[in-house]
């Protein structure tokens, strides 16, 4: 020990020593010399500083495209067995050469010192003059005309002397003895000039007086003359001294940048090198199996703890873990979350198709021009994922959604730019927005396409919704045919509902989701059966020439109106885009109809009321209660395109004329399109509730407020739901509130009533009568 210590005191102190690291490939990123070396040597108490300049007197050392590292340590004592078990190892095809570096310490800057000027100097001269000559004129007047003129003299000497001091320097001998020569030369000769001594004495009086009135007077001039000057060098040397000082001040400020940068340098450095596991894998595997069991239960606070102590240990997720994490995100509608989990798997350089997917799927909950533009860099030459099936069928779905067709055949065009052949999902998915916007020739085209090559794996929906549209549209002939083809299918093959579901739910399903699944696949075979029915009834009851091109599309429908925010595309396609403002299309009409139940209006005075429905879902229960009741206007407001058309294609075949469909997002559509006061009755009905408990939800307080705001007085609100937890949290919401306190009250003190058997028929009744349900809960309460 005592050997090690005398050869760091040979080196240097153990302070400013360090292991240089040379020969590491500069192909390697800092991160991952970083950990190569971290593996090599396998104790924490060392760090590994990877420098952005490399010292002069090192990089003239250095082989070509290769760096160095520091290797550093409290202490002292195990750099000599680091040295050993680094040096030659190899990195890549280099061998790895370690050597002591003593750092070479910085000189201390010296602060600048003030010296004294010449004007300094000149300035004590000065002073010492002026105090001479006072001190020569109190004398003189007491003296007699012999001392005066002795003393006369002395200051004559002293003031060549001042003047030669001027130059700050010390008299030599030589000078004194030349000033010594000049004043006993000038005494000799004042003898010799001594013929007449008392005439001589009455004129050195005289002479006296008149030089010292003389000095007097110049003494007064000298005084302000000097006291002038004194004040300009005194301002000269103060703008000198504020100079040195702002030199100072700027010399101070850049050394604290620096400092500041090297330490935020550090910083990065100490974030980067953040702790690692030993046992990665294991601890990877043992996390991603909580975080699997979390989301199917859809725990987002333990997903999000599990996820984040990942991050904090310094382990390293493989794809698998990030595929888990970003599919629970979007599953609790976490989108923030997602984006966070999508950029980590960037910056790790982890990611595949399926985590691409997966992170498109959460755009197209938010925005479906963000995914579009999110697919357009997939498909760039440089781009390191390409899309496949799944991604190009995510972003079809949410267009089929949203009712963006114009989306959907670019989509449809890039798969065939590369050679991806579309399945039975992306054709149900384009047949129904073709449908959905009556677009029945380039349907019929698509299926001519791909119906040979798919005839068993087609969905009988594909033309039940086609002969929908065909009628809508009064295409008799095509509704007709794509009706026989439903049935053909639906005799011929009773399965294709079952394949269509189960290719839609690829994967391993629990047994829950299992029964979930069955029970979709009863319902969707229902709503297919239903769809053909109506159909086939009004096709009994029309003729070619009665109901030809009767629509052209649903956003031209004087009854349906679409808010700009939600469906700017929709407007784009019947209003040019500069006459399209924040109102919905067609929104006279709908403002005639809120002005005719104004206090002044046409229906003020009758007992015609206004209801309304939000969340209307496919539009049975709304559609069935304006068929039944005749004295009210109904009002649907729905924010899916493909919900919508199936609200409007009742409207039409059921010949409802008492019912209006606002499209967009519930929160907004009242603000913007509702007025005050208006409403006599508001429903709610099996509103989706939050995925986890802490999500966010439709019916909170702000929302409760804004359904107030357009209730008139004693206008009521009902809300149905068959999900225990959703219902208590509105009514704590409402109990809990001060501000909803005041202006609901219940109808019942819990809030709750039964509901009646013929509250009507929804989507959900048949989940009820399925037997999906076991209780409902109605909240009834009316405006104070």
């Known amino acids: 020990m005592m050997d090690l210590k005398r050869k760091f005191e040979s080196i240097g102190s153990a302070s400013s020593t360090k292991l240089l690291v040379k020969n590491i490939p500069k192909s390697l990123t800092k991160n991952d010399a970083i ?15 990877i420098p952005i300049v490399t010292p002069p007197d090192v990089a003239a050392k250095l082989e070509p495209e290769t760096t160095i590292a520091f290797l550093t340590c409290t202490d002292i004592a195990l750099y000599p067995a680091i040295k050993s ?14 050597d002591f570096y003593q750092s070479k310490p910085i000189a201390p800057v010296a602060k600048p010192v003030a010296q004294s000027t010449p004007v300094a100097v000149v300035k004590q001269e000065q002073k010492e003059k002026v105090d001479s000559n006072n001190k020569n004129n109190s004398t003189s007047n007491s003296n007699n005309t012999t001392e005066t003129a002795a003393k006369k003299e002395k200051p004559v000497k002293k003031q060549k002397v001042n003047n030669d001091d001027t130059k700050p320097t010390t008299t030599s001998s030589n000078d004194q003895s030349e000033v010594k020569e000049k004043v006993s030369d000038q005494q000799q000769q004042d003898k010799s000039k001594k013929p007449n ?3 001589e004495k009455n004129d050195k009086q005289q002479q006296t007086k008149d030089d010292n009135n003389d000095n007097s007077n110049s003494s007064v001039d000298n005084n302000k003359q000097d006291n002038k000057e004194n004040n300009n060098e005194n301002k000269k040397q103060q703008q000198q001294q504020q100079q040195v000082k702002k030199q100072e001040n700027k010399k101070k400020e850049n050394e604290k940048k620096e400092q500041q940068k090297q330490e935020g340098e550090q910083q990065i450095e100490e974030i980067k090198r953040e702790p690692t596991v030993r046992n990665n894998r294991a601890v990877v595997t043992k996390i991603t199996q909580q975080l699997v069991s979390y989301a199917e239960v859809k725990d987002f606070v333990q997903l999000t703890k599990s996820y984040n102590y990942l991050k904090k ?15 629970a995100c979007v599953r609790c509608q976490e989108y923030k979350k997602a984006r966070e989990v999508f950029q980590d798997a960037l910056e790790a350089d982890n990611t595949n198709e399926i985590i691409y997917t997966t992170f498109l799927k959460a755009l197209c909950e938010i925005n479906i021009k963000e995914a579009k ?59 129904k927005m073709y449908s959905h916007h009556l677009m029945i020739p380039a349907a019929w085209e698509l299926l001519a396409s791909v119906f040979e090559e798919m005839d068993n794996q087609l969905s009988p929906i594909i033309f039940s919704r086609l002969a929908l549209a065909s009628l809508l549209r009064g295409d008799i002939k095509s509704a007709v045919k794509a009706l026989s083809i439903t049935d053909n299918i ?28 069955s029970l979709f696949e009863r319902i969707s075979r229902q709503e297919i059966n239903e769809e053909c029915d109506r159909v086939r009834s009004h096709l009994h009851k029309l003729t070619d020439a009665k109901f030809k091109s009767k629509i052209t599309n649903m956003e031209s429908f004087n009854r349906i109106f679409f808010i700009p925010h939600t469906f700017e595309h929709a407007l784009a396609r019947t209003v040019p885009a500069a006459m399209i403002e924040d109102k919905p299309i067609g929104h006279s009409n709908l403002l005639s109809l809120f002005n005719s139940y104004k206090p002044d209006g046409s229906n003020s005075n009758s007992n015609r009321q206004l209801k309304m429905e939000i969340c209307s879902g496919h539009g049975h229960w709304v559609t069935e209660r304006a068929g039944q009741d005749l004295n009210a206007d109904w009002i649907s407001l729905e924010i899916r395109y493909d919900r919508i058309f199936q609200i409007w294609s009742k409207m039409i075949l059921e010949s409802i004329d008492n019912l209006y469909v606002v499209g967009g997002d519930a929160m907004k559509s009242l603000r913007k399109v509702v007025p005050s006061d208006i409403l006599d009755e508001v429903y709610i009905n099996y509103p989706n509730p939050p995925v986890w408990s802490g999500a966010d939800r439709l ?10 705001r357009v209730l008139k007085k004693d206008g009521t609100l009902t809300i149905v739901t068959d999900d225990k937890p959703y219902s208590d949290q509105i009514i704590q919401s409402l109990t809990k509130s001060k501000k909803l306190a005041k202006i609901f009250k219940p109808v019942k003190d819990n809030y709750l009533i039964n509901l009646s058997e013929d509250y009507g028929y929804s989507y959900f009744n048949k989940l009820w009568n399925n037997g999906q349900r076991i209780k409902r809960y109605c909240i009834y309460i009316t405006k104070v």
């Open 699 to 708: 019916i909170d307080e702000k929302f409760l407020k804004e359904v107030n």
């Open 373 to 431: 533009e999110f697919i357009d860099n997939m498909l760039k030459p440089e781009a390191k994922i390409a899309p496949n099936l799944r991604t190009f069928n995510a972003v079809l779905r949410a267009c089929m959604r949203t009712g963006d067709v114009e989306i959907a055949q670019v989509i449809i065009e890039a798969m065939k730019k590369v050679n991806i052949q579309p399945d039975s999902t992306s054709i149900e998915y384009v047949m």
């Open 85 to 98: 078990l680094v040096n030659g190892k190899l990195v890549s095809d280099k061998k790895l050469v370690v």
């Open 197 to 199: 001594p008392s005439k």
């Open 313 to 327: 240990i310094g382990a390293k997720p493989d794809h698998i873990t990030y595929g888990v994490m970003l599919n």
């Open 490 to 517: 639906l005799t011929k093959a009773p399965q294709a509902i079952q394949n269509s579901v189960n290719h839609k739910n690829k994967g391993k399903l629990s047994d829950k989701n299992k029964i979930s699944s």
């Open 35 to 49: 950990d190569r070396l971290k593996k090599i040597i396998q104790n924490p108490k060392v760090s590994i500083t």
